[in-house]
């Protein structure tokens, strides 16, 4: 574009040239306001009001900033408005106008955005000026438009790293501040003041300029150290690192860490950028770990088993005071000890006494990830020649990706217990030996007892029977003949030799219920207590008996035995309650401790309960013979069903008030 005409025709119209001014000065600073005029970021414009609203003038710059030719312009003075950036053009349009309105006390001087034809935006400086001695209504206004975009980029950019920053700083588990110290000394947080006053819940606003209350709680203790850090750090101008201990107004102890840098600054002022940090909480856990490894020593230190711990290539590292006098080794040696120096020293053989290959040592097995349960090796040192019996445990810890990081292994001195184990063994041995030879024994006295039972069964049964049967014959064929005295001998005679036949049936039963096998399955109880009372009919036959049968749970046992046991046990209440009109029986089941417990009770004569160890004994009789038969036998034949089931059977009574009998079948209740 050409502007040298409108120029030429614009600035002597307006301001006469100085007299004191040669042509050729005049043209000089012509020169340099074109030369100014073509600047590249620069837009000189002039702006005509009246008599109508024109732009007689605008640099060249204004085509490559704006992206629009400045006959645009020049044709269409709203074309300048028009470029303005929808979200700006009310402010910038009412920032003008107020300016125009009133020059002395407004300024046009505001930063806005255009949109270029191409989509583009700029940002842009416009500043206007008003011509000396103007008043309004002006006519014409000049000013200069500066293309600020790199330099609104280069904010902007610098602006959200110092959001990132500041976003940074306030989530950051440690403290970011800057902390300087003046040329008179004088202290101060000119950055992160508010999150350190937050650390240790000072008021707001507190530290920004005055750092003397953050000091003032140094512990005592520290602060001597303090001061001397930071004076070192100042002289020589190196990293600053410290831990301390901070007293905040609220009675807390906090332990601090700061890591800073030193600048000096040109006023002589020092300024340390960094951290600080609570580790209070680490503190805490650094003292309770420092605690636990203590404990730990002392544990390890005084175990009576040994421990001993391997590196992750197999040497061993650290062993206790047990392991050490196990093995009869003194620390210096066995520190570091490998396999490979343990071979020459140790044989390991198993139990029954094959050599162990080092491959299988309780060392090469933890550290190739098996774990060990007691196993029992015979240990050999060679050099003090003896023999032991160790027990090895142990296992490998690695890390989070599986690997290796050390083995442990315990272990145990267990000689002495071993030979206990092998004397125990061989006196077990001899044991069984002698109970080999006293069961055969046994045996031998059990076939002579049933020889025996065959005897008795047979040999005195058949002198029993003949005099049973000739003292009958001589009743019925000579009976009337005979005198009285002699027919009761004869009847004597044979009740006698019936009731000695059956005591022989009742021991011969007593003897075979040890030798009976035992069949045991569920069984319904309440069904069996009928049918054996049912089997008694003849001893209750004319009288009046009235049988009460409880609720009775079913039980594990053998039928055969178990109907002996309630046959006995009802023969018996039926037989002592005979004196009594009606007789009655109750036959129920209680709950003892959690077990069922059987009962039979009746109403008869009873018996005295100092006398009831005897009960269960045979041939033992609380009555006598002639009140009530029996031979004295049939509880003793209950009491050894019941033990026999793993029972128990116990009885009450009182004389006159009747007997009960209670008794218990361990096992699964059917």
């Known amino acids: 574009m050409n502007i040298e005409p409108q120029f030429r025709g614009l600035m002597p119209g307006e301001r006469p040239q100085r007299e004191d001014l040669s042509p050729a000065a005049v043209q000089e600073m012509a020169e340099l306001f074109l030369q100014f005029a073509g600047t590249e970021r620069h837009v000189l414009w002039v702006l005509d009001l009246l008599p109508h609203e024109r732009v007689p003038f605008v640099s060249p710059a ?23 950036h929808p979200e700006d053009r009310p402010q910038v349009i009412e920032s003008f106008g107020r300016w125009l309105a009133d020059p002395d006390r407004f300024t046009f001087d505001c930063e806005y955005r255009i949109v270029r034809p191409d989509g583009g935006v700029r940002w ?74 937050a650390l240790y819940r000072l008021p707001e606003g507190t530290v920004m300029a005055d750092a003397g209350p953050v000091f003032a709680m140094v512990h005592p203790e520290d602060v001597g150290p303090i001061a001397a850090s930071i004076d070192l750090s100042a002289r020589d101008m190196t990293p600053w690192r410290a831990e301390f201990r901070m007293c905040p107004p609220d009675g807390r102890e906090l332990w601090i860490e700061g890591h800073s840098v030193p600048v000096r600054e040109s006023d002589g002022a020092i300024v340390w950028h960094g951290t ?16 636990s490894r203590t404990q730990l020593a002392a544990v390890v230190a005084n175990m009576t088993e040994g421990l001993v711990v391997c590196s992750a290539v197999g040497q061993l590292v650290e062993w206790n005071a047990a392991a050490l006098a196990m093995h009869g080794l003194q620390d210096a040696e066995a520190r570091g000890l490998t396999l490979e120096k343990a071979l020459a020293l140790f044989e390991l053989r198993r139990l029954d006494g094959t050599l162990l290959d080092p491959a299988d040592w ?26 032991k019996v160790f027990s090895y445990s142990g296992s490998r810890v690695d890390d989070p990706q599986g690997q290796p990081l050390f083995g442990v292994i315990q272990c145990s001195d267990v000689t002495q217990r071993r030979r206990d184990e092998e004397e125990l063994a061989r006196l077990n041995d001899e044991l069984e030996q002698r109970v080999a030879e006293r069961t055969a024994q046994l045996q031998e006295a059990v076939r002579e007892l049933e020889a025996f039972s065959y005897s008795v069964s047979h040999d005195l049964r058949a002198p029993l029977r003949a005099l049973d049967g000739f003292s009958q014959a001589l009743i019925e064929d000579h009976g009337p003949a005979l005198p009285d005295d002699a027919r009761r001998h004869l009847a004597i005679i044979r009740e006698t030799a019936q009731k000695m036949g059956h005591l022989i049936d009742d021991l011969l039963d007593f003897a075979r219920l040890n030798r009976a096998s035992m069949n045991r399955r569920p069984v319904d109880c309440a069904a069996l207590v009928r049918h054996a009372f049912d089997s008694l009919a003849h001893q209750y036959a004319g009288r009046e008996v009235e049988l009460q049968v409880g609720e009775l749970p079913g039980c594990d046992a053998d039928p055969a ?18 004196q009594r009109t009606p007789a009655r029986i109750e036959v129920g089941c209680a709950q003892v401790d959690g077990t069922p417990e059987y009962f039979v009770r009746d109403n008869g004569v009873g018996f005295d309960m100092r006398y009831v160890h005897k009960l269960f004994g045979v041939f033992e009789r609380l009555h006598r013979a002639d009140e009530f038969e029996g031979t ?12 026999r089931h793993g029972g128990r059977v116990r009885a009450q009574g009182e004389p006159g008030r009747g007997a009960s009998f209670h008794f218990t079948l361990p096992g699964e209740q059917a």
């Open 276 to 291: 600080i940090a609570d580790i209070t909480e680490r503190k805490r856990i650094e003292r309770a770990l420092v605690e």
């Open 561 to 578: 035995l178990l109907r002996q046991v309630w046959v006995n046990l009802l023969s018996n209440a039926i037989k002592y309650s005979r």
């Open 632 to 643: 004295g036998v049939g509880l003793a034949i209950v009491q050894r069903i019941v033990q």
């Open 362 to 387: 309780p060392l090469s097995s933890v550290m190739r990830g098996q774990v060990l349960r007691q196993v029992e090796l015979r240990v050999h040192q060679r050099r003090d020649d003896w023999h």
């Open 124 to 197: 842009i400086h416009d500043c206007g000026h008003v011509p000396d001695g103007m008043r309004p209504p002006l006519a014409r206004v000049t000013g200069i438009a500066e293309d600020i975009t790199e330099r609104r980029r280069a904010q902007d950019a610098l602006l959200a790293e110092q959001q990132r920053i500041a976003a940074m700083a306030a989530v950051a588990p440690s403290v970011l501040h800057t902390f300087r110290r003046g040329p008179n000394g004088e202290l101060s947080f000119p950055y992160g003041g508010r999150r350190i006053e």
């Open 62 to 84: 204004f085509e490559s900033v704006w992206g629009r030719p400045a006959q645009a312009l020049y044709d269409n003075a709203r074309l300048w408005t028009e470029a303005i």
